[in-house]
């Protein structure tokens, strides 16, 4: 059984920046990938970015060059850079676990003003 546990989100300014955390715990494995996802208002989930256990990694077009994924494996801790933000941004941004075992976080809500 793995558990992940998100932090971070909130408010911010268009043009600014936050991250946010995903910390999983348990049964991992390496034939597994951490990322992102996201979903907004009224739209289907997307995919934000996503890295595998060698460290590839892949971004959706609209977030290309203003996020960046990383993540600790000491701490299997998997974090989302976010900068340039901009009011379409806004969503819930859910931490991904999978796709051998899929597991999905509680969700952290990221909201950007104009």
């Known amino acids: 059984q793995v558990q992940l546990v998100e932090s971070g989100g909130g408010l911010v300014q268009a043009g600014g920046s936050l991250r946010l955390s995903c910390a999983a715990s348990g049964s991992i494995s390496s034939l597994n990938a951490m990322g992102w996802y996201r979903q907004a208002p009224g739209k289907q989930r997307e995919l934000v970015a996503i890295i595998t256990s060698g460290g590839s990694t892949n971004y959706a077009d609209s977030v290309k060059g203003r996020f960046t994924i990383s993540k600790d494996n000491a701490k299997n801790t998997v974090y989302l850079q976010m900068s340039s933000l901009k009011p379409e941004d806004t969503a819930v941004y859910c931490c991904?676990?999978?796709?051998?075992?899929?597991?999905w976080g509680r969700g952290a809500l990221v909201t950007v003003s104009s």
């Open positions: 991904y676990y999978g796709p051998v075992v899929v597991v």
